[in-house]
């Protein structure tokens, strides 16, 4: 079954974080309840948050989760009726950790609207990137190790537009494409934290 658009601009938006974070996930699984057992006497008075291992899966996400408003008028998106319009998806391991947060939406404006609404949102993160705009998507910056965020590989298709603000650790994006004579978009949270 083929990935669904907001899954994919969520994959886009998170795949090279979200599988150092998995993996570092999978090995600190493994570590922790050994290093637990050989430091048990000496720190027993250690914060149980940072011997903590989890994972959370939902299908629903809020405008609280992903940090952004909802557009006037738009609803919830539903591509069929066993679709979800949300994901939340949250994996850590200690002091490492990542949250994943996809709100699907429909609007009957049209996405230079709704891009304009979000151009807006998105600046209280920082510079707006436009990852349409050739210099945006193409500006990745020397540094790698840098926390600047980028547009990297992403190439939205035509008459798709893509927006993104914050930081690699906490990035806010928005994907909007046409959708009939109206609009449907993708909010995206994503945070990681100790993937580096």
């Not at 952004?68 to 949250?90: E, F």
């Not at 230079?112 to 510079?127: Q, S």
Request: proline share 4%.
């Amino acid at each position: 079954m083929a990935k669904s658009r907001s899954m994919k601009l969520a994959t886009k938006i998170a795949s090279s974080q979200a599988l150092r974070a998995a993996l570092l996930f999978l090995v600190l699984a493994a570590a922790v309840p050994l290093a637990a057992q050989d430091t048990k006497d000496s720190n027993s008075q250690q914060s149980s948050d940072n011997d903590s291992i989890g994972f959370n899966l939902g299908k629903n996400a809020s405008a609280k989760d992903v940090g952004l408003p909802i557009y006037p008028g738009a609803r919830r998106h539903k591509d069929d009726t066993n679709d979800s319009s949300g994901l939340n998806v949250g994996l850590w391991g200690g002091a490492t950790g990542l949250k994943l947060f996809v709100l699907k939406m429909d609007s009957t404006d049209a996405p230079e609207k709704v891009a304009a609404f979000y151009r807006k949102a998105l600046a209280k993160f920082g510079t707006v990137l436009d990852c349409n705009n050739a210099t945006a998507a193409t500006n990745s910056g020397d540094d790698k190790s840098s926390k600047k965020l980028t547009c990297e590989d992403e190439k939205p298709k035509p008459n798709e537009i893509s927006l993104k603000a914050g930081t690699k650790d906490r990035q806010h994006a928005v994907g909007i494409e046409p959708n009939g004579t109206g609009t449907t978009f993708q909010l995206v949270y994503v945070e990681t934290k100790g993937t580096d």
